[in-house]
């Protein structure tokens, strides 16, 4: 039976959850020589990625990421951010191609595409 990094993820956070900081260091070690022995290190940056997503949805924290053609003020942010539920893990990305509006995601789903660059995609789309 093949294991998936998100089995991994969720056994290793499984197992480190309440131990102390020795122990964990242990059993870090073992699932290393764990994932050596079944020939998968080369899944540890996936598995990393799927410990992270695991280990904020257990602390109900939201990751959200703003992309933007330009930094946005600090008002513009904290307004974006007020309307999620729970703690947020907030990322700013500026990218100049983004010609103008926002993108944002949320736990690394794209919910809401308010660019420019979408609009004219979807325009592109819709005549063609």
């Known amino acids: 039976m093949k294991i998936t990094p998100k089995q991994y993820a969720i056994s290793l956070y499984e197992i480190t959850r309440d131990a102390k900081k020795e122990e964990s260091s242990e059993m870090i070690k073992s699932f290393v020589d764990l994932l050596r022995f079944n020939n998968n290190l080369s899944m540890e940056k996936r598995i990393v990625?799927?410990?992270?997503?695991?280990?904020?949805?257990?602390?109900?924290?939201?990751?959200?990421?703003?992309?933007?053609?330009?930094?946005?003020?600090?008002?513009?942010?904290?307004?974006?951010?007020?309307?999620?539920?729970?703690?947020?893990?907030?990322?700013?990305?500026?990218?100049?191609?983004l010609i103008g509006g926002i993108s944002i995601e949320i736990d690394d789903d794209t919910l809401i595409d308010g660019s420019v660059r979408k609009k004219l995609e979807n325009l592109r789309q819709a005549i063609g």
């Open 49 to 97: 990625e799927e410990y992270q997503k695991y280990c904020r949805k257990q602390k109900g924290i939201s990751k959200v990421r703003i992309k933007s053609g330009e930094k946005l003020s600090p008002e513009i942010v904290s307004s974006i951010v007020k309307h999620f539920a729970g703690q947020v893990e907030l990322e700013e990305e500026v990218e100049p191609n």
